[in-house]
């Protein structure tokens, strides 16, 4: 379907009900923050730099709350629906990417339950980033892996496609403001994102890591690249794919709480054992296994690289630790 | 803020000087606002800056550290380190907009009980006045 | 600065017997990245730069290194690291010597004098970053970009980062073997950052930081990249006791935030790094430089100036300002 | 801490000083519901031996492990309460005491809210206890002897006191001869005693006591240890005469080839000595002494065939090949007597110390009035070439005291009164002399010393209140410009003779002493005490003590009632012969430490030091605490920044869970 | 959501405890016996598994079940206390509540092993896992060839279980070998190393499945020594003990390679582990 433009306010609108987050830009760092009633979101950015993952994996979830001294435990409510506008492709599929683990053996409820609230509204990406190199891990900028409904920009309307049901249910709700697709869109979509590709520069062939990882364990490019790591959490906690946490019990007073939070495998203490033995002492293993992890060990698992190639990390890392560079040389060496 | 609104002060007292002190305000029977909770310590060059972040952000409304007037420190200097301390956290608090009226820093020697109860009336009143701290408080987060 | 020379001296010092590595500045890779290089040999030395984009300060590394056990019957390495520095960094080595961090003959300090530096922020915003790698260089009295062949001139306010604009000490407070020569200190520019929260009333104040420590998201890069911040087991993270739960939220960011910069204070040395790193665009450097600045207008000290000095946080003077004491 | 928490709370009514503002028993009631709380109980008087009783009972038989008493200030019956539990078995330091009395019923009026905040604070108490740590007291044996560091007159009184009363004291002075400034003094204020008749018997005590081992000549090397352990280590300097052959005859002395060539320290240079000497006649212990410095076989390596003093000497004594011995030992105190210096008067060079011979100090009148001084008593002075009697002289006081411009702000408290003195002794000597003194206020505090300077003024001794700002020469006499602030008249005063009246400064070298037992200053630079006012003869350091001039400007009288305070004070443990160590005191935990040594600044006691530590064959540095030291302010904790060094019982992690439980309930 | 929500624990009641060994790190036993009781019925594990375990309010720890699902309906655990959860573990008196959810993790593939000699080779706490086939076995016994147990520690203190091995040394095919890094009085088993102590028995790979568990170190070099007997990969076993947060191959931790210790082990075959570079880092 079809929206022009001057009728999105009208479209955000009907979207009203449910709670809505779109975007922002907040001084020069552009992050998604809930849309307030009667505000318009508008979609004139390149990516945010926290990345949309925390929709379904909040950077601090509560998993139950107990008093201290009972053993009564209960749950937080989870039964807010919420409309992410302008949700990245490359974003989305990372969700989709790490819901397979979130679904594999033990289904994971907190996940899950979200991704059943969540609607998410992508938005094509027409000007990718820099860093961008989604096409080299199997996306793209109008891919629609994870996303419930894709919008396209198409300078003076929306191309509107429904992936699921859900997405249609949007659809319907707004039908009247939308046109059918005629031919022109379908070209115009088509040079639209065709012409986006080729804006992507920093791509990386990928063929043949994901195999010859394991061979290069000893290999001294981990110690070359890893050198200047700070191990600080940027890279990790501003991936799309990275999932891990932690768990930990806060209280306050008689009130407590078990929860979980972000957790990044670049931080020293993450594998420490407690007698202080940690199997990946220093920086270069901890790189080694965070490109092992998206490379290999992901792939082995479920079949995809947990990589989606939008460039956060390659953007962010303070000292220039950069994923494609890592992935030229770790290719260099296979 | 409601008119009946009672702030919540957590102080820290050094043994030697505040605590005798307000001890002997109480031996003197002086009457004073039951506002403010006394946490003892040695010294006041004990008390970690961080402690005051802390108390407000778990829940107390004003902070007190109170030491030996300069010179008569029991460990001859804690309350000069107490002061340097106490004064840059001071500054730094009053940068992030945390109200300078809820944390204090006294000098009351062990016999100025009276000087004790203008302290605590001082505290409290200007806790009072600077209203609940709801802002940074740790339980009403997310929880 | 020399490049030629700075490579020669490179490559002489590194291919000392007692010097294991050397810390330096290289071309990243794309645009106007630089990262930091841990120099071998001689090859590694030909690879050095310094230019206007070499923000990073670098003395973080001297603390940073994992010292893993070393196996039975063999000695821990002790040769020194080599470490180029400009005027903020050799105060942080200066303040790591004070604070024992480091000791003197564990380093090389290879002194670069500073003719300020660009802010990437800015510069970015004027001349989009590219994927190939550009040059910048210092010319006369501002900067010159070369992107692509084109050779673009800016002048040197439109692009100076903010720590640069505030800098006493452009030169190296301390170093072995100083590269080229001393820059004149320029004006100091007013800190306008610092004196826009002042400005505020405040509640004002705690409405800007609110916004702001909101969206920290607790990635501890900024704790991590500053040389100052080398606690083996840093109490913000911490669990036992804890003094800042892990969840993120807006009490525990500011928790996190008033701890580390009070921990900061009379240690901070102005690099500007954590600023520089902070995924979000916190402005971190604010609550560093208005302690920096009570410390240096209220207590008289400045640290990272002499190895010899008294730590801020471990020393007192009898008549420091005591006007807020009841 | 492996056992879980038993807490039991004890709340008292005290009559009713608790119970009229706190309702004891909703208190009790509350705190039974705590956590870990497994009794609580209210009674009349907590104190009394059956409220004792009701805690011990409760230890026993419900195997409490923690208690919480709820009563008056800690201040108060910490003791009784620590004692109770000890006895019924457990830790005592697992008592937390919550203050209802003092800082609660006391001071508040509404029940409801006594009663509000009693709950409180025993919610944060038990909060506390729970994280309690049992801690031991240690006591360790205290060495029976003491070191007291310099021989002056405090010094020397000191050791005959402690000797007296059976213990060993080790007795070190720097120079060949005990004694200190007071043998070079010639009569002593306000009573006119001749210095040598008081002082030298007791010199001679000093050395032939049987308990005193006098080192003099020595200087201390090192100090290590605490109260009750110091190990010392003493040099002795190489004299290059036998000490057990020297009979002292003096032989030697009067046979060097470089005699009377020497200044003599003794005589302030205004006497000569030779390379080979005795200080002063009286000197104890009476054996010469080769100062290597002046001698020409130790400095050339050569002194005429033979030196001859060796040539001379019947006992064989002198022995070139003599080398510094160290000696070790043990003591449990410590006593510094190290003096004082007199003021350098060419530090104010508006005098013309350094360029008019008949400008001279105090300290040098002293030698001159002193029948065995250089001059054998006569007063007189070289004025350019000739040797003259002086009839014109003037005293200045207050040369180098209470004076900002040389950095000493303090009053020399001596200067007036041997100023007087010495105005007297030579109104005896040259009845005829015009006799003035330069003041700015007179002190005369101490006993009798009123009334002695009255009496010196009565002996036609003019007192002009007025600071001379200058001094210089004119024709034959020096002119000494002044304005008489009482009159306000500029005077030019034409005199033969000034006496300045300089007072007294930390010894020069002070600064070793200070790093060899890790002393403090004062702002005045001398010697820190404990607490000016109630321990003035202890330092921060326990075990080791202060007395005489060290401390500040004195008197004799106040030194040797210093020295006999520090005496009594040292002979505490040296009598108990044990010494406890706190159990409230700081550890460090040496995995998190990162060796900043933030905590060895702060410090007040030097009780911590930074140690090299092997952590998994790499070295660090982490910081230690000696417990002996440590007092357990905590001032080093609240420092640390990575929280390492923390004072037991106080630990943050007992503190923060009490902040918690104060801040959390409203 | 309680009741498919993974992450939610079980309230278990302690019934009994007791004190393995002392120390700074002493190990205490728990009994413990789930309240619910169709949860009770439910439960089964297997040796080799283990369970997080922990305290409201303070937090939960991954610890082996020490004991054989054919002991009873009840669990046991065995904790050395290393911090901040441990040491609030060994608070917990009879009557106190435990919070167990679990079983987790791969368990020893026991029914395999059916003819086979069963070698255990343990160090300090590194038994606790062990014993669980130490009963089963024992249940068993018809069922396997016999079971060899060698057990070391550092001084006969921190020997865990050891009020059981009089009894079991007392069964004629069941050896219970015990050893002590250095002399002391009163002890009369073997004083030497573990790895040391396999050397000299010199056992016989034939038909025979080894099961080692322990310090890192000694792992080590108990498997060097395997390999010098002649026992191949497929047939030694072992647990790893990495560090986890959720126990169900969500929170990312404690991967060794491609591996999640928490699903794919603890208990791996040498055959697989050997092959994975970070298993033994
Ligand atoms: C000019 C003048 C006149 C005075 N007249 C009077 C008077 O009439 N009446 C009166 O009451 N007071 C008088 N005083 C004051 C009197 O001199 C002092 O009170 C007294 O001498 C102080 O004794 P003390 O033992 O403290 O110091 P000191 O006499 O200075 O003795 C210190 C001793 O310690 C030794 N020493 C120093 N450092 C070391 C070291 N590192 N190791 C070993 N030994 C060391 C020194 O060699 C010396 O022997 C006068 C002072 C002056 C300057
Ligand atoms: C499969 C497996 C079986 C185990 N079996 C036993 C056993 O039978 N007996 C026994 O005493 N110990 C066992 N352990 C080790 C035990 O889990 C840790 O000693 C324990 O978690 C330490 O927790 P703590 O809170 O006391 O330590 P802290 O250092 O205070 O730990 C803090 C946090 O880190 C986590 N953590 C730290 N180290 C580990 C670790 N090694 N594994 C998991 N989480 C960790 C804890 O969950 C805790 O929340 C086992 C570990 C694993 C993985
Ligand atoms: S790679 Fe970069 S972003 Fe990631 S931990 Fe290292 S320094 Fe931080
Ligand atoms: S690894 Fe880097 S590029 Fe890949 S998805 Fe994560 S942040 Fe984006
Ligand atoms: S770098 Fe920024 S986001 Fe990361 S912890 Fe620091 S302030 Fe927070
Ligand atoms: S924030 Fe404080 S505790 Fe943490 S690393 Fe920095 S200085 Fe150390
Ligand atoms: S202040 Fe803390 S970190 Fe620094 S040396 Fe002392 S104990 Fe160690
Ligand atoms: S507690 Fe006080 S006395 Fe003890 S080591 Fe710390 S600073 Fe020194």
Known sequence: ?????????????????????????????????????????????????????????????????????????????????TIWLGVRPCDARAMAIVEKLFRWDIDDPYYLKRRELTTLVGLACNEPGLNCFCPSVGGGPASTEGLDLLMIDLDDRYLLEAITPKGEALLDVTGDLLDEVKADAVKEKEKVVSAAEKKIKRTVDTEGVSAGLPGLWEDPLWRRVSAACLGCGTCTYLCPTCHCFDIQDETEGFEARRCRMWDSCMFEEY???????????????????????????????????????????????????????????????? | MSAD?????????????????????GTSRVHYPANVQVIRVMCSGRVNPLYVMNALQQGADGVLVSGCHPGDCHYMEGNFRARRRLGMLKSLMEFVGVDPRRFHMSWVSASEGHKWKEVVEKTVEDAREAGPFEGFRRQQIDW | ?????????????????????????????????????????AAGAAELIFSPLCTANLATYLTLVEKLPVPRGQEADKRKVALMVKGCDSRAVTQLLVEKGIHRDEVVVIGCPCPGMVDPALLTEKYPETEETVEVKWSGDGFLLNRSGEEIKVPRDELLAEKCRLCRYPNPVISDILLGEAVEPWELAEDNGVAEVEGKDVGGRWDYWEEQFAKCVRCYSCRNVCPLCYCQDCILDRLNPTWVNRAVNFSENTSFHIARAFHLAGRCIGCGECERVCPVNIPLGRLNRKLAREVRDKYGFEPGVDPEAEPFQASFKPDDPGDFIL | ???????????????????????????????????????????????????????????????LNRVVVASCSPRMHEPTFRKAIREAGINPYFLEMTNIREQCSWVHEDKEEGTAKAKKLVKASVAKARLLEALESKEVDAEPAALIIGAGIAGIQAALDIADAGFKVYLVEKTPSVGGRMAQLDKTFPTLDCSACILTPKMVDCASHPNIELMS????????????????KVRKKARYVDFGKCTGCGDCAAECRVKDRIPSEFDQGMGKRSAIYLPFPQAVPAKYTIDPESCLFLTRGKCGKNPKCQEVCRAEAINFDQEDEIVEFKVGA????????????????????????????????????????????????????????PKEIAFINCVGSRDKSVGNEYCSRVCCMYTAKQAHLIRDKIPDANIRVYYIDVRAFGKGYEEFYDRVRRENIRYIRGNPSEIFKRGNKLVVKVEDTLTATPLEDEVDLVVLGVGLEPRADMRQVMDLLRLSQSPDRFFLEAHPKLRPVDTATEGIFLAGCCQGPKDIPDTVAQAKAAASSAMIPLARGKVMIGAQVATVNEATCRGCGFCVNICPYTAIELVTVNRFGNEVEVARVNEALCKGCGSCSAACLSDSIQPKSFRDRQILPQIAALGAMK | MTGDNPYIPYTATVEETWFETGGERSIKTFKVVLDDETVRENWSHRPGQCAMIGVLGVGESMISISCSPTEGRFLRFSVMRMGKVTQALHQLEPGDKMMVRGPYGSSFPVD??????????????????????????RANRDQYAGLTMIYGARTSGDLCFKGEFEEMSKCDDLACHLTIDVEEDDWSHNVGFVPQMLLDLNPSPENTIVITCGPPIMIRFVLENLKKLGFADEQIYTTLENRMKCGIGKCGRCNVGGMYVCKDGPVFSYAVLKDIPEAFA
């Open chain 4, 217 to 232: 000549y020595s200087e201390v090397e090192k100090v290590d240890g605490f109260i009750g352990n110091f190990d010392v």
């Open chain 2, 5 to 25: 609104y009672e702030p919540n002060i957590v102080a820290f007292l050094c043994n030697w000087c505040s605590y005798a002190g307000a001890d002997l305000a």
């Open chain 1, 1 to 81: 379907m079809l929206l022009n433009k001057d009728k999105w306010p009208e479209f955000v609108g009907r979207l009203a009900g449910k709670k809505l987050l779109a975007p922002q830009s907040g001084g020069d760092a552009v992050r998604f923050a809930p849309v307030s009633d009667g505000e318009v979101p508008m979609l004139d950015f390149k990516n945010t730099r926290v990345p949309p993952k925390q929709a379904l994996f909040p950077q601090t979830e509560t998993m139950y709350r107990f008093q201290l001294g009972t053993e009564e435990i209960e749950l937080p409510q989870l039964d807010e629906e």
């Open chain 5, 112 to 137: 395999d092993w059916h003819g086979k000699q069963i070698l255990t080779i343990g160090g300090g706490v590194g038994q606790a896992p062990l014993r669980p086939i130490v009963e089963y076995v």
């Open chain 3, 1 to 41: 600065m020399n490049l030629g020379q700075l490579r020669k001296i490179a490559a002489e010092v590194v291919a000392r017997e007692d010097v294991k590595y050397l810390i330096g500045w290289k071309q990243g890779s794309y645009g106007y990245r630089i990262a930091p290089g841990f120099v071998e040999d």
């Open chain 1, 271 to 334: 594998t420490v054992h407690t007698s202080g033995h940690n199997p990946r002492p220093t920086r270069r293993e901890r790189t080694r296994n965070r490109i092992n992890h998206k490379y290999s060990y992901y792939v082995d698992k479920f079949a995809v690289t947990a990589c989606v190639g939008c460039g956060r990390c390659v953007n962010l890392c303070p000292v220039n630790i950069d994923i494609i560079e890592i992935l030229r040389q770790v290719k260099e060496a296979l």
């Open chain 4, 1 to 63: 801490m492996t056992e879980k928490p038993k807490v039991g709370v004890y709340v008292c009514h005290c009559g009713i000083n608790i119970s009229a503002t706190v309702d004891v028993d909703a208190v009790a009631e509350y705190a039974q519901k705590l956590p870990n709380v497994v009794v609580a109980r209210t009674y009349s008087y907590m104190c009394s031996d059956p409220g004792q009783s009701l805690i011990k009972n409760d230890i026993r038989e419900l195997g």
């Open chain 4, 334 to 389: 410590i006593i510094v007597a190290t003096g004082f210096d007199p003021f350098d008067a060419s530090r104010k060079p508006e005098y013309g110390y350094a360029d008019y011979p008949n400008v001279i100090t105090g300290m040098e009148m002293e030698r001159l009035v002193s029948a065995s001084g250089p001059t054998g008593g006569k007063v007189k002075v070289f004025n350019s070439e000739e040797e003259i009697e």
